[in-house]
Structure formats: C-alpha cells, structure tokens
C-alpha cells in the first residue's frame, strides 16, 4: 500500500460516565514522551493495519498494542479497530517490567466489550 493512500480515523474510547482513560494517560506524561505518543498516534493514524512491530503488536482477541519508547522509557497504549477505517484507543500505562501486566489488557479488553456493545444500541457511535 502506498504511503498515505488510506487514513484511518483515531478515536479515544470513552467510558458511559464520560471519562476518557487514554487521555488521562496522556496527560499525565512528561511533556516529550506525551509529544512521542502522539506522533505513534499519528503514524498509526496514517498506516492503521498495516501498522507492524517495532511500533504496533498484535496481542489477542483484536487487541492491539502501539509501543512507544524514549530514551529507557516505554510506554503502551492498546486500541482496536472497529466499523472499517476506525482504530478506538482505549488505555494506556508506563510499562516497569518486561511482562505486560495482564489487569492492563484486562482493561483493554473490557473497554473493547463496553464499545462494542454500545455501539449496536448508539447511533452516535456506529
């Protein structure tokens, strides 16, 4: 695929109370790894599934991961894609350990479910 022929759309999920929780994360970054991960947001935005390792992984059942690193300081943000061209970001953490912490994909996961089901019953989000 040629570079920039699609555009994906970038969402943030958020919850029913109307919380954002990928933008807390966001916001709660230094100034230059928050700069990071939105320029990782943006070349997802540009190449969405073809997106691959070192930037993006897949980790299962339609969870994605975007990886972001600066300097010794990583960060993930999990998304989906979801009704053609959209990729809903759903959370994000510092990442401390090799592992992925599980309770943080169980949180993705979670999140996932909540869209989806939302959106067969919303209009405003299908």
Do not use: C
């Amino acid at each position: 695929m040629l570079r920039g022929m699609r555009m994906w759309v970038v969402e943030f999920y958020e919850t029913e109370s109307g919380a954002t929780p990928v933008e807390d994360f966001l916001n709660a970054l230094d100034i230059k790894m928050r700069a990071k991960a939105l320029h990782e947001l943006e070349i997802l935005e540009e190449f969405g599934r073809a997106l691959r390792e070192p930037y993006a992984k897949y980790i299962h059942d339609g969870i994605f991961e975007l990886r972001i690193q600066l300097a010794n300081n990583i960060s993930r943000m999990f998304y989906f894609f979801f009704d053609g061209e959209r990729i809903i970001v759903t959370n994000g953490f510092v990442k401390k350990s090799q592992k992925t912490p599980p309770r943080e994909i169980e949180r993705a996961e979670k999140y996932k479910a909540d869209y989806q089901r939302r959106a067969k019953t919303d209009e405003t989000i299908a």
